[in-house]
């Protein structure tokens, strides 16, 4: 199974897919456990270090186990516990993280703590008898261009069925659209409306580890969510083919990511009140949305 996708950043902020598949992170095993036999268990990173900022305020991270076979799935432990040490200091104290399922192929476990700095955070992970380690840096930086929590979203105008706006197709999700397209980000920030908006390449990663679940949730929990929020989807390329996905969409630039997928939710006055990166269920979604005010 493939990993969530990453656009590298240039220079001129114009950005490219450097591979369909790249992994959003690594594995250090350093546990024992389980009896003679057992199989190892280790945590794949599903996010982007980069993306992690060390400036004090709370960061999500997302994690799924896997073994020699690849990714947990069935067999995924209800709970992991976890523990962060940082510079000999323990900067995450022993903390039971449920499983997130709901929706999804591959669980996963969302960590969310702060950084005080970018030195190594040592993650300790206790699951089905093993224990385990992965290190992570928090790489983020405040010049970056990474619209985030706190942050007033740009107004971008995005492609609606009516109006392209140069996008073509406007969705790629197939067989059917996402319904997502009959109002502008601009527009909606203009009507001082709350904001869902999802920004993903539903063709070209419409794998259950990442980016297709995502949306497929939202389109899921729509029903839900009250008419006065407005909810978009926006496509990462404008015009994307199966040989060349072309040039990235002007809400790639607004926002600085260089990854997908990602979901804000927006305040009336424009303010991100949250933004999801790279993996989320319909629990953690209606968490997010439960943060609007």
């Known amino acids: 199974m493939s990993a969530p996708q990453f656009v590298t950043q240039r220079i ?22 389980g ?38 799935a069935r067999t995924a432990p ?22 997130h399922r709901d929706g999804l192929l591959v669980p996963y476990y969302p960590v969310e703590m702060e950084f005080a700095d970018s030195s190594p ?16 840096d928090a790489r983020g930086r405040a010049d970056d261009g990474l619209v985030g929590r706190n942050d007033t979203m740009p107004a971008v105008a995005t492609p609606l069925f009516d109006d392209p706006r140069g996008s073509s197709p406007v969705c790629t999700r197939s067989p059917e659209q996402c319904p997502f397209h009959d109002i502008s980000l601009d527009d909606a920030l203009s009507e001082g409306r709350q904001v869902i908006i999802n920004i993903s390449t539903p063709a070209f990663c419409s794998n259950q580890v990442a980016c297709g679940p995502g949306l497929e949730v939202l389109i899921a929990e729509a029903p839900e969510i009250s008419e006065d929020v407005a909810i978009i989807h926006a496509e990462v390329y404008t015009a994307p083919t199966s040989t060349d996905l072309g040039v990235p969409a002007p809400i790639m630039d607004a926002t600085g ?35 609007l005010s």
């Open 12 to 33: 001129n902020r114009r950005r490219f897919l450097t591979g369909l598949t790249i992994m959003a992170g690594t594995v250090a095993i350093g546990g024992c456990g």
């Open 35 to 72: 009896g003679t036999g057992a199989p190892s268990i280790s945590a794949s990173r599903l996010f982007d270090p980069r993306a992690l900022r060390p400036d004090g305020t709370p960061q999500r991270m997302v994690w799924a186990l896997s073994d020699v076979d690849g990714y947990l």
């Open 78 to 99: 209800d709970s992991i516990t976890v523990t962060a040490v940082q510079n000999d200091i323990t900067v995450l104290d022993a903390v039971s993280v449920d499983v």
């Open 121 to 136: 955070v040592e993650f300790t992970f206790e699951a089905s008898g093993q224990q385990f380690v992965s290190f992570v």
């Open 257 to 291: 990511l260089w990854f997908e997928p990602a979901l804000y939710v927006i305040e009336r006055d424009g303010t991100v009140a949250q933004r999801l990166d790279f993996m989320w269920d319909t629990v953690d979604l209606r968490a997010t949305i439960a943060t």
